[in-house]
């Protein structure tokens, strides 16, 4: 079993950064692929962006030049480092993994763009 712990959502300014944090725990697990996905109300959650163990990466159209997905894998962590913010990027962030043939979902974060 897998325990997920997501961290860094808020409130923020148009243009400005926030950087999300999901810490992954347990016993014996070798992690494939770490990413992060978001849901608006009564839309469908998303992909926002992966990153395999082996460092490809996949990022959704839309945050392309601005968000950068990264790894600790000494620590088993995913980051999301979130520039140039929109109020469309509005939605509730959830990490999620994948170890062998399981996926593990974290609680979610909610991050809100906002003057």
């Known amino acids: 079993q897998v325990q997920l712990v997501e961290s860094g959502g808020g409130l923020v300014q148009p243009g400005g950064s926030l950087r999300l944090s999901c810490a992954a725990s347990?016993?014996?697990?070798?992690?494939?692929?770490m990413g992060w996905y978001r849901q608006t109300p009564g839309k469908q959650r998303e992909l926002v962006a992966t990153?395999?163990?082996?460092?490809?990466?996949v990022y959704a159209d839309s945050v392309k030049g601005r968000f950068s997905i990264s790894r600790d894998n000494a620590k088993d962590t995913v980051y999301l480092q979130m520039n140039s913010l929109k109020p469309e990027d509005t939605a509730v962030y959830y990490c999620?993994?994948?170890?062998?043939?399981?996926?593990?979902w974290g609680q979610g974060t909610q991050v809100t763009v906002s003057s």
């Open positions: 999620k993994v994948i170890v062998a043939l399981n996926i593990y």
């Open positions: 347990g016993r014996g697990f070798s992690i494939r692929v």
């Open positions: 990153l395999t163990r082996g460092g490809s990466t």
